[in-house]
């Protein structure tokens, strides 16, 4: 089905695929296909730096994913296999038969599913502060989502404040844990790193809007909930000599991670938050054999800017997050970028020149 051009805006278009009608920015003509997905909680429209620069030599397609933007919400229960399928049926109905792909936050989560599944369908992957397999302690809002009802009902109350907060820097009238994760605890090194954050300097007040309309749908809070409640299913991984490829795995329901979260004393002083949490053990023995790139800011791999920028392909390691990277991308570079964790909007000339250099295989 050939897609169908809205609002007089020749790269916004709609195409059905077997699930899903979905929205999506396209621009550019060249014979290879990028593919990009955006992360929460925002919308192909985090790609507006990129898509110019790479469309000059790409073919570049950005979709909404389920249930964000103007892409489908069908209120059904989600999980990462169901993401990962919506991108090769999304490829399906625009006949990509082979694409780069890049992914930043839940873009990333989704790419890398979709190119572990499907690695025939992808010539790069390219993640940009994102994870694998394996959940960040310090990424505290994976366990407050899991808490039903104080997910749904923070974002009927403040879905447009928690908007213009995080992107317009506006001042927010909810609080930090237990309410939410959202605003930092008083004292912490969160609280001191956001005092010197200036979103208004990567976001315009139309950007904010658009982020802010685009958020405003209860049926888009459902799906992000619902990405981060069931998509992310957490386990404690130990090694086990007598399992299965040498590690064992305990669920934890979202009940049991709602009460870690509840903790008289906070999440941080639970016993299970300790562990690195594992969201994907089905897939903690694959790898994507293609060549790889991970793209990461101070939010997500913080030791390796202790002496500033690192080096060009630093190794990630020292955590089990870290060491997923290695582990599932064989064929890996890295970058770091000197921002907060919106790469794409905060550093978007870093952004550019690192994904122009990796997608032409200059690194």
Same mark, same amino acid.
């Given at each position: ?58 073919? /570049? ?72 397999? /394996? ?229």
């Amino acid at each position: 089905m050939s897609p169908r051009k809205v609002r007089d805006m020749p790269s916004s278009n709609f195409i059905d695929s077997a699930d899903l009608r979905f929205h999506y920015l396209q621009e550019g003509g060249g014979s290879e296909a990028v593919i990009l997905l955006h992360g929460f909680p925002q919308t192909s429209h985090m790609w507006r730096h990129q898509i110019p620069v790479l469309s000059s030599q790409y073919a /570049v397609y950005a979709p909404d994913t389920r249930g964000y933007g103007q892409t489908d919400r069908p209120r059904i229960r989600l999980s990462r296999d169901l993401l990962a399928r919506d991108v090769i049926d999304f490829m399906d109905a625009l006949d990509i038969e082979r694409a780069h792909l890049v992914g930043h936050d839940w873009g990333g989560i989704i790419a890398f599913k979709a190119a572990i599944d499907h690695p025939e369908r992808f010539s790069r992957l390219a993640l940009i502060d994102t994870l694998t397999s /394996v959940w960040i302690t310090w990424g505290i809002h994976g366990y407050w989502f899991k808490c039903e009802p104080r997910a749904e009902e923070f974002f009927e109350r403040y879905h447009e404040q928690f908007i213009r907060s995080v992107f317009g820097g506006e001042q927010a009238g909810y609080g930090g844990p237990p309410d939410s994760p959202w605003a930092p605890v008083e004292g912490s090194e969160g609280s001191a790193a956001l005092s010197d954050f200036d979103p208004t300097r990567f976001w315009t007040p139309a950007d904010v809007d658009h982020y802010a309309d685009a958020f405003s749908d209860p049926d888009c809070w459902f799906h992000a909930i619902e990405y981060y409640r069931h998509c992310l299913p957490f386990h404690i991984e130990t090694p086990d000599p007598s399992a299965r490829r040498g590690r064992r795995f305990e669920f934890r329901s979202s009940q049991q991670v709602a009460r870690m979260w509840e903790h008289p004393d906070l999440l941080f002083s639970h016993p299970d938050f300790e562990h690195f949490m594992v969201f994907a053990p089905e897939d903690r023995h694959k790898q994507y054999p293609g060549p790889a790139l991970y793209l990461f800011s101070p939010f997500l791999m913080p030791q390796a800017f202790v002496d500033g920028l690192p080096p060009d392909d630093y190794i990630p390691n020292g955590n089990p997050y870290a060491d997923s990277f290695p582990l599932h991308l064989p064929d890996l570079r890295t970058r770091g970028a000197q921002c907060g964790h919106f790469i794409p909007e905060e550093a978007p000339e870093r952004t550019n020149e690192v994904l122009s250099d990796f997608l032409a295989g200059r690194i």
